[in-house]
């Protein structure tokens, strides 16, 4: 059994969904522990509700190498094998993304490499891309840029305003992220360069 540790920072609502999957055995590994850089994410909240471990450690007023010790060494304390970036508004040291290599996930609503950065639903309606989605990608040392475990798409719709858009975009999250999670925990792939290639026997 892997444990997970999850960093967010806001709502929470890719937690949850991690959490509901960890819950129903949908993902085979248990969830160590929750953490918020921010006192007031909903999402921290949410885990305690749900009883896990979840630890506030503040980023404000912090250098980013005190506060990645700081998550790093909480994340090492309750033995977690595989990081999930859920919200989390912060760029990861290359000193953090050296300690977990290739066991940091995030997930970002495009598909990328297009519309990296902040309110990328927003960036895809502005750009006028008729179809959008998200990306669960291996954290590396730079935004939104490593490696792809996988992509969902959704069409982008004539009346959309970026909410609408968000909220198709997350329904795919949260199916997105459960099963890269389990790509990963599966061990049933190779890298080649930057391309993510299952195994024959590892495809579900
Ligand atoms: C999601 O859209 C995710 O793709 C992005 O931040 C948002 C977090 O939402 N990285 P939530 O906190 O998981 O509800």
């Given at each position: 059994m892997k444990n997970l540790g999850i960093l967010l920072s806001g709502r929470g609502s890719n937690f949850e969904a991690i959490a509901d999957s960890v819950a129903a055995g949908?993902?085979?590994?248990?969830?160590?522990v929750v953490i918020s850089n921010?006192?007031?994410?909903?999402g921290i909240e949410l885990a305690r509700r749900r009883g896990l471990e979840a630890r506030v450690i503040p980023s404000k007023g912090k250098p980013r190498e005190q506060h990645d010790a700081e998550v790093v060494a909480a994340l090492q304390e309750k033995k977690v094998d595989l990081v999930c970036l859920a919200g989390y508004m912060r760029l990861l040291s290359p000193w953090f993304v050296r300690q977990f290599p290739n066991r940091i996930l995030n997930i970002h609503?495009?598909?990328?490499?297009?519309?990296?950065?902040?309110?990328a639903q927003k960036q895809a309606l502005e750009y006028g891309a008729k179809v959008s989605g998200c990306t669960v990608h291996f954290v590396d040392e730079?935004?939104?840029?490593?490696?792809?475990?996988l992509q969902k798409a959704v069409p982008v719709l004539d009346d959309d305003d970026e909410h609408s858009l968000a909220a198709r975009i997350l329904e795919q999250e949260h199916i997105a992220y459960t099963e890269a999670i389990n790509i990963v925990l599966s061990g049933g792939f190779e890298l080649m360069g930057r391309r993510l290639v299952r195994r024959a026997t590892a495809k579900a």
């Amino acid at each position: 059994m892997k444990n997970l540790g999850i960093l967010l920072s806001g709502r929470g609502s890719n937690f949850e969904a991690i959490a509901d999957s960890v819950a129903a055995g949908r993902i085979r590994g248990a969830i160590a522990v929750v953490i918020s850089n921010r006192e007031e994410a909903p999402g921290i909240e949410l885990a305690r509700r749900r009883g896990l471990e979840a630890r506030v450690i503040p980023s404000k007023g912090k250098p980013r190498e005190q506060h990645d010790a700081e998550v790093v060494a909480a994340l090492q304390e309750k033995k977690v094998d595989l990081v999930c970036l859920a919200g989390y508004m912060r760029l990861l040291s290359p000193w953090f993304v050296r300690q977990f290599p290739n066991r940091i996930l995030n997930i970002h609503p495009s598909l990328l490499p297009a519309f990296p950065g902040l309110e990328a639903q927003k960036q895809a309606l502005e750009y006028g891309a008729k179809v959008s989605g998200c990306t669960v990608h291996f954290v590396d040392e730079q935004l939104d840029h490593g490696a792809i475990i996988l992509q969902k798409a959704v069409p982008v719709l004539d009346d959309d305003d970026e909410h609408s858009l968000a909220a198709r975009i997350l329904e795919q999250e949260h199916i997105a992220y459960t099963e890269a999670i389990n790509i990963v925990l599966s061990g049933g792939f190779e890298l080649m360069g930057r391309r993510l290639v299952r195994r024959a026997t590892a495809k579900a």
